[in-house]
């Protein structure tokens, strides 16, 4: 065994000893856009897989979470984290951010809405990484999600600010997908993108609490109404999905949040939903990582360099754009 390798083995058994620093450094690896630290990724990644790994077939329960800025992610998270770990539970909380690059990460900024999750010993915060374009966050984030899961964490709540792309990548990750919303006038039930509520597997409407809750409690009942007019999925038992009113804020109904997340989990399981879609999910990554692995190489020689040359070719009139792309991708296969 190499060095290298020993390094790995060890951070491979920190983490699934749950040791958190070790989990902050496998994360960290995974997102670096080194070669070698990929290798080393792609390793750790494995080791955790294999039979001998104590963290083989753990699995978590993965939850998605989007909702627009202000409606209440962070204090949801801080509440209903702070409940779960009352209950023993770990809970890994973990960030897609589209707009990271710019803001340098929302969760970190957000930390003071999470402070006492933060501090908690059964929970897990980890920042979004910053610099990297929305695929390969993505990309990243499920290596983390799986890295959580590996940890021994129960529940990995996977948070993105809702603007439409995200919320199908993280739909992508998750076992459950949860829409926070914030009470409104009637008019706002357009706001919601169709594809996004076709996505969602229960909708919470947050801040129902003092002068709120009336608007609240209209805001659910045009969901719940909206929820009715969707196409039935198979992977949902009667009454799913479902609207709800909860206040973060005064943690109110977070545990029949709770209750309904176990409901729906329990019922995909034993009817063969939850493998179906994790399934589904592992061959969307494997075409998403080929793609990207594709479009990787082209910034790479030889392919780049011979990209170039047939460029020209096209220019100058010697080739046409179809023939050099097909004698380009040729190479490439
Ligand atoms: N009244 C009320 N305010 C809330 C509730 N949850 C969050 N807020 C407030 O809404 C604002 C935005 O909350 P934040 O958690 O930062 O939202 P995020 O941008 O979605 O992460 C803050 O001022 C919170 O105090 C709630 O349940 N009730
Ligand atoms: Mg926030």
Redesign the pocket.
């Known amino acids: 065994m190499t060095a290298k390798e020993a390094d790995v083995a060890a951070l491979a058994a920190g983490v699934a000893a749950g040791e958190r620093r070790a989990l902050a450094r496998a994360i960290t690896l995974v997102e670096s856009g080194r070669a070698d630290h990929r290798a080393q990724a792609l390793d750790l990644l494995e080791r955790l897989r294999g039979d001998d790994s104590p963290a083989k077939g753990r699995q978590a329960l993965r939850l998605g979470l989007s909702?627009?800025?202000?409606?209440?992610?962070?204090?949801?998270?801080?509440?209903f984290g702070l409940m779960l770990t009352a209950m023993d539970k770990r809970v890994a909380v973990l960030a897609v951010d589209p707009s990271s690059a710019r803001s340098g990460g929302?969760i970190l900024g957000?930390k003071t809405?999470m402070e006492q999750l933060s501090r908690d010993p059964r929970a897990f915060i980890r920042p979004s990484p910053s610099q990297a374009r929305m695929g390969g966050v993505a990309r990243r984030t499920r290596e983390a999600v799986t890295l959580c899961e590996a940890a021994g964490f129960d529940i990995v709540l996977i948070?993105t600010?809702g603007v439409g792309q995200s919320e199908t990548v993280v739909a992508e990750l998750c076992d459950l997908f949860l829409l926070?919303l914030?009470p409104a006038g009637g008019d706002e039930l357009q706001g919601v993108k169709r594809g996004i509520m076709e996505m969602a597997d229960l909708i919470l409407v947050?801040?129902?609490?003092?002068d709120?809750k009336p608007a609240a409690q209209r805001t659910m009942a045009e969901y719940a109404g909206a929820l009715r007019l969707l196409r039935r999925r198979p992977q949902d038992p009667e009454g799913f999905p479902k609207a709800m009113c909860?206040?973060?804020?005064?943690t109110?109904g977070l545990g029949t949040a709770w209750t309904e997340i176990r409901t729906l989990a329990d019922w995909r399981r034993a009817h063969g939903h939850w493998d179906a879609r994790r399934a589904a999910q592992a061959s969307h990554w494997f075409e998403e990582e080929v793609r990207q692995g594709l479009l990787s190489a082209l910034t790479r020689d030889p392919a780049r360099s011979r990209m170039a040359d047939l460029g020209a070719a096209v220019a100058a009139g010697r080739l046409t754009p179809e023939a050099a792309a097909a004698e380009l991708l040729s190479a490439l296969s």
């Open positions: 909702g627009t800025p202000g409606v209440g992610k962070s204090t949801f998270i801080e509440s929302s957000d809405r948070e600010v926070l914030a947050n801040k129902a609490d003092g709120l909860v206040s973060a804020l005064a109110e």
